[in-house]
Nanobody, 127 residues
Framework: VQLQASGGGLVQTGGSLRLSCAVS????????LAWFRQAPGSLREFVAA???????FYADSVKGRFTVSRDNANSTVYLQMNSLSPDDTAVYYC??????????????????????WGKGTLVTVSS
């Protein structure tokens, strides 16, 4: 399987970007998906996730600014990012669980919940 993230780039403070993650393989709709990010010198952290049924989970730092969504017909998960700040600068990774694994408030934010990972796309927010 491949998870190919795209849509990163350079944006000014207050701007917006939409990240996409195209997932190869079958039965996309039976996987929960997530976005994580890693800033230079920092650990990878949870950003957002969407369950098999479309329920969304967000880190407190992005709640109200970011929106995660999935398009099962096109095997793609999106991350719409608005009101960006320099603190959002990071490499953004998409990930998916194993087949038919549900996620909840207690598990969505943990890296170990996810089995397959993409290579990431860089988002840089200038001040």
């Amino acid at each position: 399987v491949q998870l190919q993230a795209s849509g990163g780039g350079l944006v000014q403070t207050g701007g917006s970007l939409r990240l996409s993650c195209a997932v190869s393989g079958r039965l996309f709709s039976n996987y929960a998906l997530a976005w994580f990010r890693q800033a230079p010198g920092s650990l990878r952290e949870f950003v957002a996730a969407v369950s098999i049924l479309g329920r969304a989970f967000y880190a407190d730092s992005v709640k109200g600014r970011f929106t995660v969504s999935r398009d099962n017909a096109n095997s793609t998960v999106y991350l719409q990012m608005n009101s960006l700040s320099p603190d959002d600068t990071a490499v953004y990774y998409c990930a998916r669980t194993r087949y038919n694994i549900g996620i909840s408030e207690g598990t969505a934010r943990a890296m170990e919940t996810y089995y397959d990972w993409g290579k990431g796309t860089l988002v840089t927010v200038s001040s």
